[in-house]
């Protein structure tokens, strides 16, 4: 069975535009913007040292890029990666496995997508990569009748602690149903005492999620229970899933369209 690519043409403002990596150069210009924005930005770096992030997954994927025009030929300027399962493409393992136990949701028949290494650069994060990103992941979603999608989000640094009151207010208001819900790996899982729902005051909440789960948890995507310490990225990680059936309704006009 052969799936129909989806069509990206209207994912277009001015000279920002979409399309699914088809080349090894525009995969090298995404693997550059991530090892700066993951590893350099943070550090205060404002020049890009050319280096690479990349692993094993990075050939099994799907590279969803944002590119701009310039003189010198189309630029990346942001990115996911994509990893599908449905019944034309199978997947051994997803990258999510190695920080959560996604064993509920993979046994399943379900169609999946993985969202992973989302990344803009500091110059274009004005808010139209990210729509273009979510209007692509939209048509994607609906091309391949994908039922649920689910990744990492992440906070900045390796204490849960630091992070209570936000993570508290995602167990408590947006846990996924136990059928589905991934668990975070007891080896790399982190503590943490989470608050009382009557404790967290949720606007206060809300304001303390980074900005990527803030648009996550506005479509309607859910969290798995636990915490990760992602060592390497220097991240603590929460494990998050869409039902894309139930995606929030202001939403789904722009973010769900067909290919």
């Not at 997954?57 to 944002?66: A, G, K, M, T």
């Not at 048509?139 to 992440?154: D, R, V």
């Not at 999620?209 to 479509?219: D, E, N, Q, S, V």
Request: hydrophobic content about 35%.
């Amino acid at each position: 069975m052969v799936s129909n690519q989806p069509d990206f043409s209207s994912c277009r403002m001015g000279k920002i535009f979409l399309k699914l990596a088809e080349s090894k150069e525009e995969l090298i210009q995404a693997q550059k913007l991530r090892h700066f924005v993951f590893f350099e930005e943070p550090e205060g770096k404002t020049i890009p040292s050319g280096e690479i992030d990349s692993d094993e997954f990075d050939d099994i994927c799907e590279h969803l890029l944002v590119m701009t025009d310039t003189d010198k030929g189309p630029k990346v300027i942001g990115t996911y990666r994509l990893l599908r399962r449905t019944p034309d493409k199978k997947v051994e393992r997803f990258y999510t496995e190695g920080e959560f136990d996604i064993s509920r949701l993979k046994n399943s028949t379900h169609n999946l997508l993985e969202l992973g290494r989302s990344c803009i650069s500091p110059e274009f994060r004005d808010g139209r990569v990210i729509q273009l990103l979510w209007a692509g992941i939209g048509i994607y979603l609906a091309c391949h009748k994908i039922n649920y999608m689910f990744g990492c989000g992440s906070f900045f640094g390796t204490d849960p602690k630091e992070h209570v009151v936000p993570i508290s207010y995602l167990f408590q208001n947006h846990m996924a149903p136990d059928d589905i819900c991934p668990i975070a790996r007891p080896e790399c899982a982190g503590k943490l005492d989470i608050l009382a729902k009557d404790k967290i005051d949720k606007k206060e909440a809300f304001s303390k999620l980074p900005a990527l789960l803030k648009g996550y948890i506005r479509t309607g995507c859910m969290v798995g229970n636990g915490v990760v310490i992602d060592n390497f990225c220097k991240t603590v990680d929460v494990c998050i899933i869409m039902d894309t059936s139930k995606i929030a309704k202001r939403y789904s006009e722009h973010f769900v369209k067909e290919s």
